[in-house]
């Protein structure tokens, strides 16, 4: 079974600059998440999808994050303009619906210079 | 809001020692724990879980027992090996679709 697929692995941009990163879900998870971690910290939650709906995104800075997940399947994360402090690894998981356990790709390391 | 705290590290031990890394947490209702870890150059992944009081959840040799008195999932390793060296993230998931909490990991490293 294909896990989570995640890219770019890596993204160097400088502020104010904008990036994108993708995530394939394993196949037949309706819940897909986008979780951002700083270094020396653990994920923290931006956005929850249930198929093409939004769960939770209470904690996504939507003045510079956007997040869509086009037909319940495949996810796009979106920083507009980026900042400093947006350096971070961007982890997106998938679970399917009544399960805990979150199943995560290797994330997407990105730099803000 | 549901918070999880994990004792802090980096935490160092010989090889066949035992472990123990503390976690405990806040949360309304009634929420499923989890270990995930994450080995060097790769992602998360779920170690062992537990979702309701008095539950153990085990894999690998590891064990966490789910403590509603004292809102506690503390990972045990009786006899650490050096492939045991990565990072230990306690979680929780509320319930229904509930999002998860995770704590900010702890560094274990096993030298032989």
């Known amino acids: 079974e294909a896990g989570v697929a995640q890219s770019p692995r890596y993204k160097i941009i400088e502020k104010r600059q904008s990036v994108a990163f993708w995530c394939n879900p394993i196949s037949g998870h309706a819940t897909l998440y986008w979780y951002q971690q700083i270094l020396g910290q653990g994920p923290k939650l931006l956005i929850q999808f249930q198929n093409n709906g939004v769960v939770d995104d209470s904690q996504l800075p939507k003045d510079r994050f956007s997040a869509e997940r086009l037909k319940g399947v495949d996810s796009t994360l979106k920083i507009q303009p980026a900042k400093l402090e947006d350096s971070a690894v961007y982890l997106c998981?998938?679970?399917?619906?009544?399960?805990?356990?979150?199943?995560f790709g290797e994330g997407s390391r990105l730099t803000v210079l | 809001g549901d918070s999880v705290t994990q004792m802090e590290g980096p935490v160092t031990l010989s090889e066949e020692a035992f472990l123990t890394i503390n976690c405990t947490y806040t949360a309304t209702g009634y929420p499923s724990l989890f270990w995930y870890v994450q080995y060097p150059g790769e992602g998360l992944q779920l170690l062992l879980k537990?979702?309701?009081?008095?539950d153990k959840g085990s894999n690998k040799g590891f064990e966490a027992t789910y403590r509603k008195e004292t809102t506690s999932f503390h990972l045990e390793k009786g006899s650490v090996q050096v492939t045991d060296s990565a990072v230990y993230f306690c979680?929780?998931?509320?319930?229904?679709?509930?999002?998860?909490?995770f704590g900010d990991g702890t560094t274990l490293t096993v030298k032989p």
């Open positions: 998981a998938s679970s399917q619906v009544g399960t805990g356990e979150l199943f």
């Open positions: 537990a979702t309701k009081a008095d």
């Open positions: 979680a929780l998931k509320g319930p229904n679709a509930g999002k998860s909490t």
